[in-house]
């Protein structure tokens, strides 16, 4: 029998040209502003931080990460961060509210089988890339590190 | 073999009668332009139980349960169920029916699961080897996604070809004889997997189009009919990109839908004002389609003559992650009062 009449070359241009592409401008603005508003968000806590408490820039810093961290775990548990998300994308994505919103969600989402084979292994899922690489490129930026301060400095 | 015509099509020598069916549904389902023709829905997404599969198996079991009880049969009375739905290991399907020992025929068809189990629920009687069947589908937006993509609280933009898992669920009661009103199978085009090397996940109707193409080819072939003997011809969740790139491929093969076709995922939600991008997709799209709005309007004579045909993209998330593309199947079924 004659079955579709068509390379799959040529039907991948005919899905391409049918296939609605993501809104890049309006998706780029949205990102821009809502991580840029995340981002003045930690900026005035850390003020907040420094004006209040007698800490050095490095030690508000910290606190700075670990209430942003908290923010977002709190607002995915309450089901708002993935509505942001919606709008921000990677504006969501890359602040560091994006890494806790990647770990809070499957410790909810994973609750069903149990802590030890659930949310254990599975907190990992989509932040675990992070993680190990983040780990790797540090290792290898140490070594650099290492010998560009002990050898040429 | 009498029974086959063409290529692939198949006549039911004394045609199977659908006697009773019912749907059950989530929230945003009951909400879209459908909503008022589903009578048994819930505004909460656990449908009262512990988690999402288990919800998925509880509107499963609604649905055969109201069919039983409608039917005035009892489960001993039906010879074989034939369902199957998204999770692993069809794991909906296999606790639905865990309770009343009938026997089981366990499908996965991805979406195109609906019309999978009549076929095979209406050969089964029309063969001779039983009066009763039933054909049971079911999908969870949330079980979906937790099956198939990220979970569901982290923060994810969908690109606009992406579609949304129908929470839904179908069921059909098969008869050989009935004296009541009913909507008769007459002819059956069974499916072949189709796979054009789409390998982007966000777009499904892509992947699945080809397939549809060619089961209705065959089946227009093979009967001599064209799109307008039809009043309606529907497909199961190819989505506003699916939809438009089948009508193409058909085109190109002089082959007009024309104005009777239509896609399930595209009736059960509103696409200006419900946030579904492309439309809706699984098993329960095209069965709750079928089982709350288009049965219950060919029994008021609205359509006559229908072809349902399901579609589903067989894929699994490892053959994903390993590079390979999405094979696409399209089951059809005649549908006539």
Known sequence: MQVIFLRSEDYAKLVEQKTPNSPM???????????????????????????????????????????????????????????????????????????ANAMASPAIEFKKEGLVLGIGPKLFTVAGSVIVYGTVAAFFYGIIYYVVTTFFL | MNKKIGSGTFILSSPVK????????????????????????????????????KAETYIQKEAMNH????????????????????????????FCVRDIAVQFFGLYGACSTMAEALILGSMVIDGGFADRTLALTSSHFCSAERQFRFPLEYGAQRPPAAQWTVTGAGCALLEKE??????????????????????????MGAAMAPA????????????????????????????????DILRELLLTDGIDLGSVYNDCGLMIYDLETQDVHSGGSGCGCSASVLCGYILPEMLKKTYRNVLFVTTGALMSPTSSLQGESIPGIAHLVNLKV
């Open chain 1, 25 to 99: 401008l309006k998706d780029c603005f949205f990102a821009f502003v809502i991580g840029g508003a995340i981002c003045c968000l930690g900026q005035g806590i850390k003020d907040l931080i420094l004006l209040f408490f007698e800490l050095d820039e490095e030690t508000a810093g910290t606190w700075t990460t670990i209430c942003l961290v908290f923010l977002s775990a709190l607002f995915t548990g309450i089901g708002w961060y993935d509505k942001l998300a919606k709008i921000g994308g990677a504006g969501t994505l890359v602040p560091v509210t994006g890494f």
């Open chain 2, 67 to 94: 069919v039983i009880e409608k039917s005035g049969f009892s489960a001993k009375d039906i010879e074989f169920i034939f369902a199957g739905d998204l999770l692993n290991q069809c794991a909906g399907s296999n």
């Open chain 2, 178 to 203: 009935s004296a009541g009103p009913s909507v008769v199978i007459e002819k059956v085009t069974p499916g072949a997997v189709c796979d054009m090397a789409i390998t982007d996940l966000a777009n």
């Open chain 2, 212 to 243: 549809a193409a060619l089961t209705l080819k065959r089946y227009f072939d093979d009967t001599k009919t064209s799109p307008s003997d039809y009043d309606l011809i529907v497909t199961g969740d190819l989505g506003k990109v699916g939809a």
């Open chain 2, 18 to 53: 659908i006697t009773q069916f019912e749907a059950v549904v989530g929230q945003k389902e009951h909400e879209g332009p459908l909503g008022s023709n589903f009578l048994y829905w819930s505004d909460d997404e656990y449908f009262g139980q512990k988690s999402f599969e």
